[in-house]
DNA sequence: AAAGCGGGGGC
DNA sequence: GCCCCAGCTTT
């Protein structure tokens, strides 16, 4: 039964007994030189997952000191499940797409109320929890479970478009679909979690965005954008857009040695995460005064000075320059873009998850800036 | 089907 | 500066 493959169009372009002998070297390189992560010395469905959840647009190196601190501090779905979202966004800190954290949290409780506390070893049940999407279902069935499910992210996609030579844009459904059926096809039942991991750490090491190693590449033989030459265009790219630079003005307030922070709404950019007041800075506007103007319906009596500080920050979509400003204030009323502010003391700060433009601002600013020498 | 969502790292 | 990264959700 091993031997019989689900038609694909993928057979159409490769035989299927070439892509059989593929698949085996593939899996023998795999073996010889996979990484030795730590959640590879696992079988806990719930680490596993918790470190699909993090690698999501998120590269290895960068996921793993999170991947430590996560599994200590919550090292169970109930744990997971009980957890306070400040502290699990505080520990979120500087991975991004916050997002992430407030679903894993909540799939969490889902996992315990509907499903006894252990994950789902069910596609549809997997997909059905926040933040787990037809990736990060297939990955934990495939790795944790052994059932045979093609895990395809932007490794596998580009493996797969340089090994079938696609000249088509892979984000449209139907070349996802397309993709899905080639994964199948080439797929071993009885290695479902090897093969999804080989083709990930393929192109995270030899399969590259650019300056393919394919000399020493397992797949080389059956590659068809190698025996065309083509393997540097694949996989296509659509145009990008060049992205805006916005002028921002934030206050810095002090009382008593703590300094005032708000946090952002539970969705959205950013959302839970805690920042300097701050507003857009219309063209031509002197910082100050529009400060003021923009701080009133919150603090009436707030008092911008001296410019402390200027910080830049990049987003994927957009720029900011962020204008610091000191300022006096005897009280801020959350509202609009916040629900809550807070008096921050220096001991507090790794309680708090802050945005990068709050970090970077604090470490620039009078405040912090002394401290951290 | 397209857009929104972060920050880090390579070059 | 641009590109990419073990994607998911919302509209």
Redesign the pocket.
């Given at each position: 039964m091993a031997s019989e493959r689900t038609p694909s169009p993928a057979t159409a372009l490769i035989a299927p007994e070439a892509l059989q002998v593929a698949v085996a070297a593939l899996l023998a390189w795999y073996d010889a030189e996979r990484r030795d992560?730590p959640w590879r010395q696992t079988r806990d469905p719930y680490r596993i997952w918790l470190?699909?959840v993090l690698?999501?647009?998120?590269?290895?190196?960068?996921a793993l000191p999170y991947y430590a601190r996560l599994v200590e501090r919550y090292p169970t779905v109930e744990a997971l499940a009980a957890s306070d979202l400040n502290e699990l966004l505080a520990l979120w800190q500087?991975?991004?797409?916050?997002?992430r954290a407030r679903?894993l949290r909540r799939a969490a409780q889902q996992i315990v109320a509907q499903h006894g506390g252990r994950l789902p070893q069910d596609y549809e049940a997997l997909l059905a929890l926040?933040?787990?999407?037809?990736?990060?279902?297939g990955?934990v069935l495939s790795i944790a479970f052994g059932l045979p499910t093609p895990a395809i992210?932007?490794?596998v996609r580009?493996v797969l478009a340089r090994l079938f030579d696609l000249a088509k844009d892979l984000r449209?459904?139907e070349m996802q679909r397309w993709l899905t059926m080639a994964s199948l096809a080439m797929l071993p039942p009885e290695r479902a979690g090897d093969y999804n991991?080989a083709m990930?750490?393929l192109?995270?090491s030899l399969c590259r965005?650019?300056d393919a190693a394919c000399g020493a590449c397992p797949l080389r033989q059956a590659c068809l954008a190698h025996d065309r030459g083509t393997a540097s265009d694949r996989p296509v790219?659509p145009p990008?857009r060049?992205?805006p630079t916005h002028e921002r003005v934030a206050a810095h307030c002090l009382d008593n040695d703590r300094l005032l922070i708000v946090r952002r709404l539970p969705s959205?950019?950013?959302?839970g995460l805690w920042e300097l007041p701050n507003f857009a800075l219309p063209p031509n506007a002197a910082p100050t005064a529009a400060l003021q103007m923009a701080l009133a319906p919150h603090a009436p009596d707030a008092l911008p000075g001296e410019e402390l500080t200027l910080v830049r920050?990049a987003?994927?979509?957009f720029?900011v320059r962020v204008h610091v400003l000191a300022c006096t204030l005897t009280g801020f009323v959350p509202s609009g873009e916040w629900d809550a502010c807070h008096w921050l003391a220096l001991d507090e700060l790794e309680r708090y998850g802050l945005?990068?433009v709050a970090l970077k601002a604090m470490r620039q600013g009078p405040w912090l800036a002394p401290r951290l020498l």
């Open positions: 992560l470190s699909e690698l999501q647009q998120t590269q290895v190196a960068t500087g991975l991004g797409y916050y997002a679903s926040p933040g787990i999407g037809e990736y990060t279902a990955a992210d932007g490794n580009r449209t459904p991991q990930m750490e192109g995270a965005p650019r790219r990008r060049q992205t959205g950019l950013l959302g920050h987003y994927t979509h720029s945005t990068g």
